[in-house]
C-alpha cells in the first residue's frame, strides 16, 4: 500500500517499544504496540471468567471462545492510554501475569486471525512503526524495512527488571529470567506466526546500544529505504 511501514520484531523486553515510540517520534508516524492487542485478549477473557491455561486454550472449541472475544474487543487508543469497556487498562496491562497470559492465548489461531483487521487499520499516513513479533513475517510482508532486535536473555530480564522497580512493581530477577525464557520459547516454537525475523530483515543486536545509537540505525536503514 501507499502507507509506510517499518516492522520491528524481537523477543520479550528487547526494547521493541522504546526503539519503536522513538522512531515513531523522530517521523511523526503512528505506533502499533502489537503486544497490546494480545495482552488485552488475556485481560478481556480473565474479565469474562474465561480460562487462559494452556490446557484448555487446546481444547478447539475453547479456541474458537477465545477468538470470539478477541473479535469483540471493545478497545479504545487514547494517547499513551488504553480502555477497555470503558476502563482504563494501561497500567493492568504492563504486568507480568498480563504478559505471560498473553503469551498463551497468542498461539492460539483464531486469536491472531481476529487481530488481523485491526492491525492492519493502524496503518495510515504519513506511516506507521509496527513492534511485536510477526510483524514483518505475517501482518506486513511488504513493509520496505523490517528489524529484528535482539539482546541476551540475562540483559533483558535486567532490563525489564529495572523498569518494574522503577514503577515500584516488585520482581526478583531469577523469575523475570525465567518467565521470560519459557515466553520466548513458546513464542517461537508455536505453529502460527512462530517469533522469527523476516527473511528480509535487518538484525540489530543492541546489548551494548543506548537508545540514541538504536534509532539512528534504524533511520538510517529507513533512509537507505527511500
Ligand atoms: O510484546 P509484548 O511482551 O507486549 O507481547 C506480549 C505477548 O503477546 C508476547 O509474549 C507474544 O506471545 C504475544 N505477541 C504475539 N504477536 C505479536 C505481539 C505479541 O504473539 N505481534
Known amino acids: 500500500g501507499a ?119 493502524f496503518a495510515r499516513l504519513p506511516g506507521l512503526v509496527a513492534d511485536g513479533r510477526d510483524m514483518g513475517t505475517v501482518i506486513f510482508p511488504q513493509a520496505p524495512l523490517k528489524v529484528f532486535l535482539t539482546a541476551s536473555a540475562e540483559q533483558r530480564a535486567d532490563r525489564r527488571h529495572k523498569q518494574l522497580i522503577s514503577k515500584g512493581i516488585s520482581a526478583t530477577l531469577d523469575s523475570l529470567l525465567a518467565d521470560l525464557k519459557a515466553r520466548d520459547l513458546r513464542d517461537s516454537t508455536r505453529k502460527d506466526a512462530p517469533l522469527k525475523p523476516a527473511e528480509d530483515a535487518k538484525l540489530l543486536d543492541n546489548s551494548s546500544l543506548d537508545v540514541e545509537q538504536s534509532v539512528a540505525q534504524v533511520l538510517l536503514w529507513w533512509q537507505g529505504t527511500r
Open 3 to 121: 502507507v509506510p511501514v517499518i516492522c520491528i520484531d524481537g523477543p520479550t523486553a528487547s526494547g521493541k517499544g522504546t526503539l519503536g515510540a522513538a522512531v515513531a517520534q523522530a517521523l511523526g508516524y503512528h505506533l502499533l504496540d502489537s503486544g497490546a492487542l494480545y495482552r488485552l485478549v488475556g485481560l478481556a477473557a480473565e474479565r469474562a471468567g474465561l480460562s487462559t491455561a494452556s490446557e484448555d486454550l487446546a481444547h478447539p472449541e475453547h479456541g474458537v471462545r477465545m477468538g470470539a472475544l478477541a473479535q469483540a474487543l471493545q478497545v479504545r487508543f487514547d494517547g499513551d492510554s488504553i480502555w477497555l469497556d470503558g476502563d482504563n487498562v494501561t497500567d493492568a496491562l504492563r504486568t507480568e501475569a498480563a504478559g505471560m497470559a498473553a503469551s498463551r492465548v497468542s498461539a492460539v489461531p483464531a486469536v491472531r486471525q481476529a487481530l488481523l483487521a485491526l492491525q492492519h487499520g
